[in-house]
Nanobody
């Protein structure tokens, strides 16, 4: 079945960087647009970034534009999120899935930005 395993989260100081990974399985990864989402405690899950099947087109939420970069490795069925200049408001659980598909969410990876 379709599965997503997110990793790479952790505790980082404001201004720091993290690189998240999401290993996908159960579908033809290279044929689908992929997205990252995040959920802040007590809030709705929100869109962060997406990338086209071969990586030529990316989109970002205004709140992360210029700081985050989404990429993918179709040979490894993995999508990445490079997060730079992190802010306390980036603290959230980060998830990935196929864009516009009602996939079951993975466990996510926790990012905490705090001094």
């Amino acid at each position: 079945q379709v599965q997503f395993v997110e990793s790479g989260g952790g505790l980082v100081q404001p201004g720091g960087s993290l690189r998240l990974s999401c290993a996908a399985s159960g579908f033809a990864f290279s044929a689908y647009r992929m997205s990252w989402y995040r959920q802040i405690l007590g809030a709705e899950r929100e869109f962060v970034a997406s990338i086209s099947p071969i990586g030529g087109t990316t989109n970002y939420a205004d709140s992360v534009k210029g700081r985050f970069t989404i990429s993918r490795d179709n040979g490894k069925n993995t999508v990445f999120l490079q997060m730079n200049s992190l802010k306390p408001e980036d603290t959230a659980v980060y998830y990935c899935k196929r864009t516009n598909f009602n996939d079951v969410w993975g466990q996510g990876t926790q990012v905490i930005v705090s001094s």
